[in-house]
């Protein structure tokens, strides 16, 4: 690779053998990393920083188990590599609840047992936060389309939509 | 996955430099397909080149009429742009047709042409697949073919594009903008992607050293007489048996223009110009979208698991075009 290439990029490419610096916002809380580029924004999350309530699924795009917000925005966090979210601010489920307080969308999926194994819960509830920042859900039905990113294989779906719609008073 | 080095370059000619300099590298943007297929090993890139960042992020005007779509806007955002739901609604519910919210957030309108197909033996690296390792053989053919092609296929190949959004595109009429060391090009959307032939290994007409910086929509939406119908084994997040892009310009009732492109038939989405041509100047009757769809699914060909979407594809098209007629 030529120098003026080396020049034009913020992060030219490295040996294989050369873990990358990753700057991640989680929770609000910074997180200085070196990351090899493959490792996905999930993995980073529960095995280099500890945050396990973001789960891995199907590690494929396909369950939803690992939805985090990335600057606000739901996306499969399986999808995504880490080194991609340099500098981004990411909120994980640990991230929802205000010290001792749930988050709505975690007291209304308590409150409507929205959950068997609880091992979708935490994607459904960031998916369900993004929904509602999105805004584009006003029925029912809208929720279960815009939640169809989100399997639960316990099949707790009409206690999980029953949970969105009271927090968002079917007025969204 | 295998391993592999990364850059993220700052601007387009950085970036096509930076592919261009590195041996097996991609561009990754989305990632929600390559990284799928890395995961598999059935992509194997050496060096990946990240150009999420890059300013290809806009839908501005494009001075002839209609909208430019940045290659980096997400499918959400395109779907959602006030101006396209207002102008081209077909493309929007086409989007909205796939993958899941979380995807959609992610996946990008360029990223979005590039899909590779979901069969599942070129999934599946134990099995010979000719897309995935030329001369292997197609495992197919012979194999469970629910999913697979009825129209265009090759001895070769008889995998389908997966996408909606090109669906919508196809039917629209789009253009896709590229880039290179060697300068830009305008590729038709009928011209990108591409039949399998002898060569499935290649989707479409992109060199390797091209990058897609924008989407072009002709200034003819069909606001008013559309349809996207997609038939799927399931209500949502599923690829597509069989969709149609269902498009008229009418005059009263009688039709000045039809465009008609299906998803899950083929290799690309698939446009019988003739075909619609014979529409121009009939009525708008459930006989005429009959006879269409018919000389549309005229050459079609099923294996032993998809016979039933020759049916069901004729189908689809007679119930899409009355939709956008608004006869039912």
């Given at each position: 690779m030529s120098n003026t290439v080396q020049e034009k990029t913020t992060l030219a490419a490295q040996p294989l053998a050369e873990p990358l610096p990753v700057?991640?916002?989680?929770?609000?809380?910074?997180?200085?990393?070196?990351?090899?580029?493959?490792?996905?924004?999930?993995?980073?999350?529960?095995?280099?920083?500890?945050?396990?309530?973001?789960?891995?699924?199907?590690?494929?795009?396909?369950?939803?188990?690992?939805?985090?917000?990335v600057d606000g925005v739901r996306i499969n966090a399986c999808m995504t590599l880490a080194v991609m979210?340099?500098?981004q601010e990411i909120t994980t489920i640990e991230g929802l609840a205000n010290g001792d307080k749930l988050h709505p969308l975690q007291a209304a999926f308590v409150e409507h047992d929205a959950f068997q194994c609880g091992y979708c819960?935490?994607?459904?509830?960031?998916?369900?936060?993004?929904?509602?920042?999105?805004?584009?859900?006003?029925?029912?039905?809208?929720?279960?389309?815009?939640?169809?990113?989100?399997?639960?294989?316990?099949?707790?779906?009409?206690?999980?939509?029953?949970?969105?719609e009271s927090v968002t008073g079917g007025t969204i | 996955m295998n391993p592999f080095t990364y850059s993220r370059p700052t601007d387009v000619p950085a970036a096509v430099q930076d592919v261009a300099t590195h041996a097996e590298a991609k561009f990754i943007a989305g990632g929600t397909n390559l990284l799928d297929l890395m995961k598999e090993n059935v992509m194997k890139p050496h060096h990946l080149v990240d150009i999420s960042r890059l300013a290809l992020n806009k839908i501005e005007e494009n001075g002839k009429g209609g909208l430019r779509l940045g290659a980096l806007v997400t499918n959400a955002a395109t779907a959602y742009h006030p101006e396209v739901e207002k102008r081209y609604p077909l493309?929007?519910?086409?989007?909205?047709?796939?993958?899941?919210?979380?995807?959609?957030?992610?996946?990008?309108?360029?990223?979005?042409?590039?899909?590779?197909?979901r069969c599942y033996y070129f999934y599946d690296v134990a099995t010979p697949c000719n897309k995935r390792e030329p001369g292997s053989g197609c495992s197919a053919i012979k194999g469970y073919n629910r999913i697979h092609a009825i129209l265009g296929a090759s001895e070769q190949c008889i995998a389908t594009h997966p996408s909606d959004m090109c669906i919508a595109l196809a039917a629209l009429n789009a253009t896709v903008l590229v880039t290179s060391k060697r300068g830009d090009r305008s590729i038709p959307f009928a011209e990108f992607h591409r039949l399998p032939g002898?060569?499935?290994?290649?989707?479409?007409?992109?060199?390797?050293?091209?990058i897609i910086t924008a989407i072009d929509l002709p200034e003819k939406g069909f606001a008013?007489?559309?349809?996207?119908?997609?038939?799927?084994?399931?209500?949502?997040?599923?690829?597509?048996?069989?969709?149609?892009?269902?498009?008229?310009?009418?005059?009263?009732?009688?039709?000045?223009?039809?465009?008609i492109a299906l998803g899950g038939v083929a290799h690309k989405p698939w446009r019988n110009e003739a075909a619609e041509a014979s529409l121009a100047g009939k009525p708008?009757?459930?006989?005429?979208?009959?006879?269409?769809?018919?000389?549309?699914?005229?050459?079609?060909?099923?294996?032993?698991?998809?016979?039933?979407?020759?049916e069901l594809a004729k189908r689809a098209i007679v119930r899409a075009l009355s939709q956008a007629a608004k006869l039912i």
């Open positions: 700057h991640l916002r989680i929770n609000g809380e910074d997180h200085r990393l070196q990351l090899r580029p493959w490792v996905s924004l999930l993995d980073a999350l529960r095995e280099y920083i500890g945050y396990t309530g973001t789960k891995k699924g199907c590690d494929h795009g396909q369950c939803g188990a690992c939805t985090v917000l979210r340099d500098g819960t935490p994607g459904q509830i960031c998916s369900a936060v993004g929904l509602i920042k999105e805004g584009r859900a006003k029925t029912r039905d809208d929720i279960r389309e815009l939640m169809s990113g989100n399997i639960c294989r316990c099949g707790a779906y009409t206690n999980i939509v029953d949970a969105i | 493309l929007s519910k086409a989007i909205l047709a796939g993958a899941s919210p979380q995807l959609r957030n992610m996946a990008t309108d360029g990223g979005n042409l590039l899909q590779r197909t002898d060569t499935p290994q290649l989707d479409n007409t992109l060199e390797p050293d091209e008013e007489n559309h349809t996207y119908l997609k038939i799927r084994d399931r209500a949502s997040y599923a690829f597509a048996l069989v969709s149609v892009a269902a498009a008229l310009e009418l005059e009263g009732n009688t039709i000045r223009e039809a465009r708008a009757t459930k006989e005429n979208f009959q006879q269409v769809a018919g000389m549309i699914i005229s050459g079609a060909k099923g294996y032993e698991h998809n016979q039933f979407k020759i």
